[in-house]
């Protein structure tokens, strides 16, 4: 029986401005876990074992036990796509979908969410045009804790 390679072991983050060895392509909900088996750009398996609260975000580097590094792509995933020239319009997007606690990318001019369409729908009536994209995604991390230890659910009480 043929010996398997040792699993490559991802244990912390370094600086982005390292040359990398290889990539590894990640969603979001990827990039939020600190234990994580995953398969490398390349075809070998690895697994993550970073520090609790780490959040990956797309262009940071890796550190592998035995010196391996590989740079964090963050993977196309199903967006919805807003843009105007109106910032009026952008923040009360932005104020009806954080309300939801949607997690949000928000750029000049414009804003992505994950593709939903009861969400589409209440932009459109906000008088904003939604177009459909593969992207990756980058949301804000919020504002009390900078990691985004939750990006899918509740961060606080009400």
Do not use: K, W
């Amino acid at each position: 029986m043929p010996q398997s390679e040792p699993l490559i072991r991802f244990i912390r983050t370094t600086a982005a401005d390292i040359p990398a060895d290889v990539t590894l392509t990640l969603t979001l909900e990827q990039r939020t876990r600190c234990r994580l088996r995953v398969m490398l750009d390349d075809g070998r398996e690895a697994g993550l074992f970073l520090p609790r609260g780490t959040l990956l975000h797309h262009g940071d580097a890796l550190i592998a036990e035995d010196g391996l590094v590989a740079r964090v792509i963050a993977a196309s995933e199903h967006l919805s796509r807003v843009e105007s020239a109106d910032p009026l319009l952008l923040a009360r997007a932005c104020y009806h979908l954080g309300n939801r606690h949607v997690p949000l990318q928000i750029e000049p001019g414009r804003l992505s969410y994950r593709q939903d369409q009861v969400l589409d729908e209440m932009v459109r009536g906000l008088g904003l045009e939604v177009r459909l994209v593969d992207a990756g995604f980058e949301p804000e991390s919020g504002a009390y804790g900078g990691q985004g230890a939750d990006q899918t659910g509740h961060a606080h009480e009400h």
